[in-house]
T-cell receptor, first 113, second 113 residues
Framework: GESVGLHLPTLSVQEGDNSIINCAYS??????FIWYKQESGKGPQFIID?????DKRQGQRVTVLLNKTVKHLSLQIAATQPGDSAVYFC????????????FGKGTKLSVKP | NAGVTQTPKFQVLKTGQSMTLQCAQD?????MYWYRQDPGMGLRLIYY???????DKGEVPNGYNVSRLNKREFSLRLESAAPSQTSVYFC????????????FGQGTRLTVV
């Protein structure tokens, strides 16, 4: 079946560097994507979203890029901080489906001080 | 504004016991969800309620039942717990199904022995 996946299960970066977390999706009918951050022992927390009619969206220190041609989603975190250490999930919503979010398996980001 | 509140936070059950996980949201959201999270599996949808008065199966509904008690509350019941149901359970809500972000509770860590 079609599903959301991630290229890298773990990512280790130096504090102050930029981080890029990648996500591949296989359903061309997906029209809405979200990135969530999950800290240890907590529930997922919304970071940023993007709709399929856009290819880039920026938030505070975060940017999401969407490449529909290759079905690829990425989350860029600028000036990564120790507080950014967490597991990051991408999720997709398939247009015309029952409308529920489908989550990828997650990437663990570790920030070294 | 508490967001999504789940109880209990931790629970240990013996095989065959039953229990109900409670969830309430105060954001006036129409849609509510129950997910389970297992290591390496990401978040998998158990049941959802698109609106008050409706419930539907998600990806992994076997062994569970749900009740949308009112607009605020959505409970998950395990009638006869099995070790395979050891997991972390998350309740979430969204304004509507599809195309909107979901807000998550803090999770219930359930162990079935």
């Amino acid at each position: 079946g079609e599903s959301v996946g991630l290229h890298l299960p773990t990512l280790s970066v130096q504090e102050g560097d930029n981080s890029i977390i990648n996500c591949a999706y296989s359903n061309s009918a997906s029209d809405y994507f979200i990135w969530y951050k999950q800290e240890s022992g907590k529930g997922p927390q919304f970071i940023i979203d993007i709709r399929s009619n856009m290819d880039k969206r920026q938030g505070q220190r975060v940017t999401v890029l969407l490449n529909k041609t290759v079905k690829h989603l990425s989350l860029q975190i600028a000036a990564t901080q120790p507080g950014d250490s967490a597991v990051y999930f991408c999720a997709e919503n398939i247009s015309g489906s029952q409308g529920n979010l489908i989550f990828g398996k997650g990437t663990k980001l570790s920030v070294k001080p | 504004n508490a967001g999504v509140t789940q109880t209990p936070k931790f629970q240990v059950l013996k095989t065959g016991q039953s229990m109900t996980l409670q969830c309430a949201q105060d954001m006036n959201h129409n849609s509510m969800y129950w997910y389970r999270q297992d290591p390496g599996m990401g978040l998998r949808l158990i049941y959802y309620s698109a609106s008050e008065g409706t419930t539907d199966k998600g990806e992994v509904p076997n062994g569970y039942n749900v009740s949308r008690l009112n607009k605020r509350e959505f409970s998950l019941r395990l009638e006869s717990a099995a070790p395979s149901q050891t997991s972390v359970y998350f309740c979430a809500s969204s304004l509507n199904r599809g195309g909107t972000e979901a807000f998550f509770g803090q999770g219930t860590r359930l162990t079935v022995v």
